[in-house]
């Protein structure tokens, strides 16, 4: 086999006329202010659940946007709800209203 010097990589595009975009909806419908967020970053930036594990806010909204339930599911029980985020976003999302509502469409994932 010729080595090029590059190889060719996983295919990560995301279709979302595939990927079930339900939970999504469901934390849409009771915090609106989800659309609001620009996937800055601050919130993970102080984030007491990050200090010592690799959660982060703005990974959990991409998640939820692209259809990624698996991961989301596993990791959104991490948050301590110190509520640090919520004065840190500078889009004024209620982040601990979106991330209490992501726990709730996890444990009722099926009935969505
Ligand atoms: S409320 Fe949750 S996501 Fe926000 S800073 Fe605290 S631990 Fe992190
Ligand atoms: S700080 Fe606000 S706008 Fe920025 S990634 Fe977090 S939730 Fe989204």
Do not use: H
């Amino acid at each position: 086999m010729i080595e090029f010097g590059y190889s060719l990589q996983t295919n990560r595009q995301i279709d979302v006329d595939i990927k079930n975009l339900r939970l999504l909806k469901y934390v849409r419908k009771n915090e609106p202010s989800v659309d609001w967020c620009m996937s800055c970053g601050t919130c993970a930036s102080g984030c007491t659940a990050g200090e010592s594990t690799d959660f982060s806010l703005r990974s959990m909204i991409l998640m939820a946007r692209r259809g990624e339930e698996d991961e989301l599911m596993t990791s959104i029980f991490r948050c301590r709800f110190c509520g640090k985020c919520l004065n840190a976003c500078p889009r004024g999302v209620n982040t601990r209203n979106v991330i209490y509502w992501m726990q709730q469409a996890v444990k009722n994932i099926n009935a969505l």
